[in-house]
């Protein structure tokens, strides 16, 4: 693991020592060290698995510096193969997973499925997916794996510990959409024992060692769904900038769902606000948010979609539509205890890999440098830090049910 959040300030011990210390917060994470080569199984949605595991590349040890001299243009984007002994290993798993790949005649095609397996795209020194969505704007290396997780664990701060907000009641089949590190797929599957969870993403950045009833799946969404099953519930979180078409992705999670099945939709909303006028306009930290949803909208992935969730759910016919807003705040900026510590952690989960979340934005939706954006995040950086700014970001949460007749 690296890139750890630092500690909570020493000025503050009450609430550091309510915080779980990050390092041994998490499962997943620790799965992530504990376990060998990933074992991933190729969706029957689609023909054409071809992805990008980030493990066979050198993970950095600390957020990856940008290549200042890199705007996004052909040289600062490269597409790669590393065959190195992680994903031939990789390699050997699917082989065994797909028993009609085994004969000598279908070798050749399934090396060329695996090298697109092995392909991942490189941009201004961080890792994308090479598979599926290329248009997705977070990396996949190391350092942002540790902030979904680190995110994780933030939204069970936000929600109580729980791993849902909708009341699902018993469920036999789950659909974790972009399912990320797993992390909320294996401990969905660790407290469902009787429910089979499967965990979709473009990207194979899972462990392998994970609940027996938890399979992750490596495919793109967006692409038309071929379930041979349907779920009792699907969840969908932190899903806002991936999709392009989310009435259609709204309507297939309806197709897909048993009569009486529900999906949850939880995402934050950009950009940040403040209700006590605190936010300047013209503060680095407001114009982050504001660039960050101009840039989204230019690639035609904005971050602001979880305020139209409600209405995508009720024009595709789904009932008992609930819709819910929480706060994080910005850092410790408020009185009471509990958004003292979710603004602690929602500091850290912003600033951890502020690089990350911004260096694609910025240069492929605004036309930035990476020096021009390393400077202004520097300000951004600082503010997002200061207790003199009362600003906060939107969690929305809706959930909703298929009728069932
Ligand atoms: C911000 S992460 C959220 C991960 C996870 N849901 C969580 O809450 O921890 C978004 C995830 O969606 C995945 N993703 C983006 N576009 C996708 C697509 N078209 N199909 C499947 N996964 C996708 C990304 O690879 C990434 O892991």
């Given at each position: 693991m690296v890139n750890k959040p630092d500690p909570p300030p020493a000025a503050d011990p009450p609430l550091a020592s309510a915080s779980p210390s990050p390092p041994t917060s998490f499962d997943a994470s620790r799965?992530?060290?504990?376990?060998?080569?990933?074992?991933h199984q190729h969706s029957s949605l689609h023909h054409e698995p071809t992805t990008a595991p980030p493990s066979a590349i050198a993970p950095p040890d600390e957020e990856p510096r940008l290549d200042p001299s890199d705007g996004f243009d052909s040289a600062g984007v490269e597409e790669q193969v590393v065959p190195d002994s992680d994903s031939l290993a990789d390699f050997d798993d699917f082989r065994d997973y797909d028993s009609a790949l085994g004969d000598e005649d279908d070798l050749s095609?399934?090396?060329?499925?695996?090298?697109?397996?092995?392909?991942?795209?490189?941009?201004?020194?961080?890792?994308?997916?090479?598979?599926?969505?290329?248009?997705?704007?977070?990396?996949?290396?190391e350092p942002e794996m540790d902030r979904l997780d680190f995110q994780h664990h933030l939204l069970g701060l936000t929600f109580d510990h729980k791993l849902t907000v909708c009341p699902i009641g018993r469920v036999h089949r789950v659909l974790d959409v972009g399912t990320g590190t797993g992390i909320w797929a294996m401990d969905f599957a660790e407290e469902h024992p009787e429910t089979t969870v499967i965990g979709i993403d473009v990207s194979p950045i899972q462990p392998s060692f994970v609940p027996p009833n938890c399979i992750f799946e490596i495919d793109d969404l967006e692409k038309p769904w071929n379930f041979t099953y349907k779920f009792d519930f699907i969840h969908s979180r932190m899903m806002t900038g991936s999709f392009q078409d989310w009435p259609r992705f709204v309507q297939q999670c309806y197709e897909n769902l048993e009569p009486g099945g529900h999906i949850e939709m939880i995402d934050v909303s950009f950009p940040n606000r403040s209700d006590d006028h605190t936010l300047p306009p013209d503060s680095a930290l407001q114009k982050w948010g504001n660039y960050m949803l101009e840039a989204s909208i230019n690639l035609g992935c904005p971050l602001n979609t979880a305020e139209t969730y409600r209405g995508l759910l009720h024009d595709q016919g789904f009932v008992d539509i609930e819709e819910k807003v929480y706060k994080w705040p910005q850092n410790r900026w408020p009185a009471d205890k509990k958004h003292k510590e979710i603004g602690l952690w929602t500091m850290e989960n912003f600033t951890s890999n502020l690089s990350g979340l911004s260096v694609a934005l910025f240069t492929r939706g605004l036309g930035w440098s990476t020096t021009d954006l390393e400077v202004f995040l520097?300000?951004?950086?600082?503010?997002?830090?200061s207790m003199k700014i009362h600003s906060y970001w939107p969690i929305y949460v809706v959930y909703a049910q298929k009728p069932i007749n």
């Open positions: 799965s992530r060290q504990e376990v060998g080569p990933r074992s095609s399934t090396q060329s499925i695996m090298s697109s397996i092995m392909r991942f795209r490189e941009e201004n020194g961080r890792t994308y997916n090479g598979y599926g969505n290329r248009t997705y704007v977070l990396p996949n290396d520097v300000d951004v950086r600082r503010e997002m830090k």
